[in-house]
């Protein structure tokens, strides 16, 4: 109906424009045109017996109406184009406004797409619902994030009173009772030490989970012997290791080298073999294999411990995500070890992956050659 009443309404104002040009040109200019036809468009005649007649130039009368006829075209055609472009743009934003209305009631609301969108945004629609789908399950990984940091956090502050407590009951002791035998003096001290570093461990923790929300992991990277690294990095880790029982079985091939920030690769490894450590059982050896494989050089580090349920195996590399929940416990830090290896990885274009079964756990990095 809306069209029909435009088009109508063109058509009347060309009617209109018509009109007034024809009593433009028979009114008002008719002396002009008259003059200016008998000038360019009229000859004389020479009909003999000394008769001369006056008649149109009919030569010149054609040109001129072939002009005019041409400019008309031209100039309908121009409209045309025009009035095209003006449609089709006003038509483009009513589109898109459309389209703009219904995907805030769709994102808004709680309405269904189909609700929403009518057939003929099939594409739009399922677009839409995958990405609502998206940002749902992003902001259920945010929140359970958040609960995770925020039960971390009331666990850490609650944990840091016990060893500050026992150390400064154990100092107020030694400062108190300056003839205590050396024996006892000795025990108390070194009860005091370890309660200190707990603490330090526990305080470490609070600056580790600050830290990662405001760091920007870059990359230097450079040609790096992978072999060496892991020889090298399994004999630092010989301390740790004597104090669970612990054994490094190193399997590594010559001359694995690949381009990485070795020092952002050394953290991979030592969050990877804390890790190894903390949890597996005592007096068993960590298998660490190192290969070529073709395509890629893959760090499996293995070791006997606890299987991981399969649930926790898939949260494993979730920030703040810890397999043991106990307050108390020693294993485990704040959650941030695997989370931040896993982004180191993904940044060199690798893959980090774990398994668990049959109270065998391997973690396997693969990194581009």
């Given amino acids: 109906m809306w069209d029909a009443v435009k088009i109508a309404f063109v058509i009347g104002i060309g009617i209109t424009v018509c009109l007034g040009v024809f009593y433009l040109l028979d009114n008002v200019l008719n002396g002009m045109i008259v003059d200016w036809f008998s000038k360019y468009m009229m000859v004389e005649r020479y009909e003999g017996n000394g008769i001369t007649t006056i008649g149109p130039d009919w030569y010149r009368v054609k040109i001129m109406a072939v002009s005019v006829l041409l400019l008309g075209v031209v100039v309908w055609l121009l409209s045309i184009f025009a009035a095209s472009r003006l449609g089709a743009k006003k038509e483009k934003k009513r589109v898109i406004t459309a389209v703009s209305r219904m995907i805030y009631q769709y994102m808004e609301g709680d309405a269904e797409a189909a609700e929403v969108f009518p057939k ?3 594409e739009i629609l399922a677009q839409m619902l995958e990405i609502k789908a998206d940002i749902q399950r992003n902001e259920q990984i945010l929140k359970e994030e ?28 030694l400062n ?10 000795a025990k108390y001290i070194n009860i005091t ?20 929300n405001l760091q920007q992991i870059s990359l230097d990277k450079e040609v790096t012997d992978i072999s060496y690294m892991l020889a090298q990095m399994t004999d630092e880790f010989y301390p740790i290791l004597n104090a669970h029982g612990n054994t490094i079985d190193l399997c590594v091939e010559e001359d694995l080298t690949a381009s990485i920030d070795a020092q952002k690769m050394a953290r991979v490894f030592n969050n990877i073999l804390k890790n190894a450590v903390a949890y597996s059982y005592q007096n068993t050896p960590i298998e660490v294999i190192a290969e070529n494989t073709g395509s890629a050089i893959r760090i499996t580090f293995q070791n006997k411990g606890k299987t991981i349920p399969k649930q926790k195996l898939e949260s494993i590399f979730e920030k703040f995500f810890r397999l043991d929940e106990a307050r108390g416990s020693n294993t485990g830090g704040a959650g941030l070890g695997l989370a931040i290896a896993k982004e180191i990885v993904t940044l ?4 980090i992956e774990a398994f668990s079964e049959n109270e065998t756990t391997a973690f396997t990095v693969e990194l581009p050659l």
């Fill in 120 to 122: 003929e945004y099939a």
């Fill in 176 to 185: 108190e009772i300056s003839d205590m035998p050396m024996k006892q003096r």
């Fill in 146 to 173: 958040a609960s995770r940091k925020n039960d971390l956090i009331a666990y850490l502050a609650h944990d840091l009173k016990t060893p500050l407590t026992s150390v400064i009951g154990y100092l107020s002791l």
């Fill in 348 to 351: 060199h274009g690798g893959i």
């Fill in 193 to 212: 030490l370890d309660k200190a570093n707990r603490l330090e461990k526990l305080i470490n923790e609070f600056f580790d989970i600050t830290r990662y």
